[in-house]
T-cell receptor, first 114, second 111 residues
């Protein structure tokens, strides 16, 4: 049973460019959440997708956008990259939208912006 | 503003010692989860506590949720090198879908 898979594992981009990160949830999970983890910090919530709609959003600018597909997989898009966007981007899947539904995390995409 | 404060941020102890990690907030959480994260991997859920005062044990790890559901602790007995990692607490606020994470406690157990 595959867990949460993310691609790519590493990515290097230049300031001003755009990036798309991908996530396939754990089998049986229908909700995908995205988190940004800066070096030495805990993950910060970006947004959550359920039934192909953004259900809740954290304190991130509109440069961060996402999408969920009918098969529950998801994409995170970041436009006009800044140096400060360099971080580990984690995708987590769960069942339903309950706050205490356990999250299953992927191993993340390490984004470096130069 | 950090909603959840973890302490200590770094802890390095010898194998066999006991330790406690704290997770504190001024906010009330409907549930609180503890995760462990290894280098190059995503966080892995250890436990979820829901009821104020709840205590859960996972082998040598004991988790407690504060009576007022504003704080939590993780106690490890007879720490082993395999316990090394980043320990994260994360709280869920009633009505919200997101988890709020603390900044983590980086634990190193020396043989």
């Amino acid at each position: 049973d595959a867990g949460v898979t993310q691609s790519p594992t590493h990515l290097i981009k230049t300031r001003g460019q755009q990036v798309t990160l991908r996530c396939s949830p754990k089998s049986g999970h229908d909700t995908v959440s995205w988190y940004q983890q800066a070096l030495g910090q805990g993950p910060q919530f970006i947004f959550q997708y359920y039934e192909e709609e953004e259900r809740q959003r954290g304190n991130f600018p509109d440069r961060f956008s996402g999408h969920q597909f009918p098969n529950y997989s998801s994409e995170l898009n970041v436009n006009a990259l800044l140096l400060g966007d360099s971080a580990l981007y984690l995708c987590a899947s769960s069942i339903g939208r309950r706050g205490y539904s356990p999250l299953h995390f992927g191993n993340g995409t390490r984004l470096t912006v130069t | 503003t950090q909603l959840l404060e973890q302490s200590p941020q770094f802890l390095s102890i010898q194998e066999g010692e006991n330790l406690t990690v704290y997770c504190n907030s001024s906010s009330v959480f409907s549930s609180l989860q503890w995760y462990r994260q290894e280098p190059g991997e995503g966080p892995v859920l250890l436990v979820t506590v829901v009821t104020g005062g709840e205590v859960k044990k996972l082998k040598r790890l004991t988790f407690q949720f504060g009576d007022a559901r504003k704080d939590s602790s993780l106690h490890i007995t007879a720490a082993q090198p395999g316990d090394t990692g980043l320990y994260l607490c994360a709280g869920s606020i009633q009505g919200a879908q997101k988890l709020v994470f603390g900044q983590g406690t980086r634990l190193t157990i020396n043989p």
